[in-house]
């Protein structure tokens, strides 16, 4: 395994993997809302500051400060968890601490690895569209507000 600072590459690269191999959970104020379908964001970013020395001398860059990105994450909107819960949702937009979790799975469902874990705010409930023409899946929608960078736990 890794220390910290290292990167190692374990022989041939022929584990990959698929989009629907993940458990990604939300917690907020410390309640798992269960298993959620979707996933985006969450990559951390920087600033960038780069220098442009005289005399036509090469950039130079120095870098910038860490800019972890929203989460964003989808689920069926179920009639009775969610439909009955939404109100517990609702409360906590813009107040309360939330953590996002997400395990790589083997393709026998059972966990691989370390979890990554990212931590933030809720800052966005979108209950589903309506459309009285439409058939598609109702998804409960919500982002989350990323305030550090994500960890393997």
Partial sequence: ???????????????GTRQDTFCVILYVAGNSLGVWDKKTGGDLDSDEVKYYPGNMAAVQSLGGRLVPNNI?????????????????????????????????????????????????????????????????????????SIDSAPAAA
């Fill in 1 to 15: 395994m890794a220390q910290s600072g290292q990167y190692t590459l374990n022989g041939p690269r022929d584990s």
């Fill in 72 to 144: 964003t994450l989808q689920r069926l909107y179920d009639r009775q968890d969610d439909h009955d819960n939404i109100n517990y949702l609702l409360q906590y937009v813009g107040r309360a601490n939330c953590k996002v979790t997400q395990r790589p799975l083997n393709f026998d469902t059972t966990g691989y690895g370390r979890t990554i874990v990212w931590t933030g705010k809720l800052k966005r409930v979108l209950i589903p569209d309506v459309d009285s023409e439409a058939t598609a899946a109702a998804l409960i929608e919500v982002e989350i």
